[in-house]
C-alpha cells in the first residue's frame, strides 16, 4: 500500500493562499492522486484528484511533479470556513473492475485559518 | 440526488452487547466501502462491497462484518462490543469499484459504554 506524509498542521490567515504537501515515494503506476477534506463529525468530502502535472477545479489546484512522488493541493484565498482536517491519498490495486481496492487515509493536516 | 445516508447517526451501546449500522449509498453506486475514525487511529479502512461481494477487508477482528444487498444498500455488524469500538463509523459510496472519488455519509458515532 502507497502510504502518505502530511504535515499535521498549518496556520494560515484569512485571504492567503494554501499550499499542502503529500509525500507518496511508494506510489504505483496505476494510483490516482485523491484530496478530501473534513470537517468534525462530518464524512470527509471529495476536493480534487490528479494523476500527474496540474489539475485546477472551482476550489482548488492539485500540482503533481513528474516523478509523482509528492503532490501539493492548492487552496486559493482561504476563509475561515477552510478550517478542517485535509487528507492526501493514493489509490490502490486500480484497474480493471473486480480488483481489490484498499484505501489509505494518512494522518490528515489540520488547517486551522485565523481571522 | 441524495447522498450517502446512514442511519442511526448516534448510537449508545453497552460492552458485549451488538450493533448494527445501516447505509444507503447514493443511488446508482454500486461500490460501498465503510470506515472507522477514532481520534487515534485515524480512518482505517474495514471493508468493501461491490455488486453485493466483500471484495478487500482491513485488519479488523471477525467481530466487524458486514453485507450488501442486491440494491447496493449495505450494513456492518459488530459483535461482542469492546469499548475500543468507540468511534466514527463512516460509510462512503463511489460508482464504480475503481473511481476514487468517494461520497461519505454523516456517519454513524458508536459509543460503547
Known amino acids: 500500500l502507497a502510504k502518505t506524509t502530511q504535515p499535521i498542521s498549518m496556520d494560515s490567515y484569512e485571504g492567503q493562499e494554501v499550499n499542502i504537501t503529500c509525500s507518496h515515494n511508494?506510489?504505483?503506476?496505476?494510483?490516482?492522486i485523491t484530496w478530501y477534506q473534513q470537517f468534525p463529525s462530518q464524512g470527509p468530502r471529495f476536493i480534487i484528484q490528479?494523476?500527474?502535472t496540474k489539475v485546477t477545479n472551482e476550489v482548488a489546484s492539485l500540482f503533481i511533479p513528474a516523478d509523482r512522488k509528492s503532490s501539493t493541493l492548492s487552496l486559493p484565498r482561504v476563509s475561515l470556513s477552510d478550517t478542517a482536517v485535509y487528507y492526501c491519498?493514493?489509490?490502490?490495486?486500480?484497474?480493471?473492475?473486480?480488483?481489490?481496492?484498499?484505501?489509505?487515509f494518512g494522518s490528515g493536516t489540520q488547517l486551522t485559518v485565523l481571522p | 440526488k441524495a447522498g450517502v445516508t446512514q442511519t442511526p447517526r448516534y448510537l449508545i451501546k453497552t460492552r458485549g452487547q451488538q450493533v448494527t449500522l445501516s447505509c444507503s449509498p447514493i443511488?446508482?453506486?454500486?461500490?460501498v466501502s465503510w470506515y472507522q475514525q477514532t481520534p487515534g487511529q485515524g480512518l482505517q479502512f474495514l471493508f468493501e462491497?461491490?455488486?453485493?461481494?466483500?471484495?478487500n477487508k482491513g485488519n479488523f477482528p471477525g467481530r466487524f462484518s458486514g453485507r450488501q444487498f442486491s440494491n447496493s444498500r449495505s450494513e456492518m455488524n459488530v459483535s461482542t462490543l469492546e469499548l475500543g469500538d468507540s468511534a466514527l463509523y463512516l460509510c462512503?459510496?463511489?460508482?464504480?469499484?475503481?473511481?476514487?472519488?468517494?461520497?461519505f455519509g454523516s456517519g454513524t458515532q458508536l459509543s460503547v459504554l
Open positions: 462491497y461491490f455488486s453485493e461481494t466483500q471484495r
Open positions: 443511488s446508482g453506486h454500486r461500490s
Open positions: 491519498l493514493v489509490g490502490d490495486n486500480l484497474g480493471t473492475s473486480g480488483s481489490a481496492r484498499q484505501l489509505t
Open positions: 490528479g494523476y500527474k
Open positions: 462512503a459510496s463511489s460508482p464504480t469499484a475503481t473511481n476514487e472519488k468517494l461520497f
Open positions: 511508494n506510489i504505483a503506476t496505476n494510483d490516482y
